[in-house]
């Protein structure tokens, strides 16, 4: 069982946060907390880059911390996801749903 790395970078108008390893339910308390931290009061930029596996309890985090964003007038975007991390959001069917950026610079205030 891989590890979730997070490393947190703070921009102008959002927290980003640069996932490395797997995203499941084995792993995802820290990044749960840090998302449910910083949807209230900014934008949060997931660079999905180097995530090499991501179960449904992961989207499911994802998912719930977008409509935690919008409550309080902030976006979850989704960065640069990898192959498999695009896989498991989109086997969602709610693909159309997430805001898939490619650079910090797309992220835009709500």
Same mark, same amino acid.
Request: charged share 15%; net charge negative; aromatic share 8%.
């Given at each position: $069982?891989?590890?979730?790395?997070?490393?947190?970078?703070?921009?102008?108008? *959002? $927290?980003?946060?640069?996932?490395?390893? %797997?995203?499941?339910?084995? #792993?995802?308390? %820290?990044?749960?907390?840090?998302? *449910?931290? *910083?949807?209230? %009061? #900014?934008?949060?930029?997931?660079? $999905? #880059?180097?995530?090499?596996? $991501?179960?449904?309890?992961?989207? &499911?985090?994802?998912?719930?911390?977008?409509?935690? &964003?919008?409550?309080? &007038?902030?976006?979850?975007?989704?960065?640069?996801?990898?192959?498999?991390?695009?896989?498991?959001?989109?086997? #969602? &069917?709610?693909?159309?749903?997430?805001?898939?950026?490619?650079?910090?610079?797309?992220?835009? %205030?709500?």
């Amino acid at each position: $069982m891989n590890q979730l790395a997070i490393n947190e970078k703070v921009g102008p108008n *959002y $927290m980003l946060l640069e996932l490395t390893g %797997d995203i499941t339910a084995y #792993t995802l308390s %820290d990044l749960q907390e840090k998302l *449910y931290q *910083y949807i209230v %009061d #900014t934008n949060v930029v997931l660079d $999905m #880059t180097q995530v090499y596996s $991501m179960d449904a309890s992961g989207v &499911g985090i994802i998912l719930a911390t977008m409509n935690d &964003g919008e409550e309080n &007038g902030n976006r979850v975007f989704i960065m640069n996801p990898s192959e498999s991390a695009h896989e498991s959001l989109t086997r #969602t &069917g709610f693909w159309s749903s997430f805001h898939v950026i490619h650079a910090v610079t797309e992220v835009s %205030d709500t």
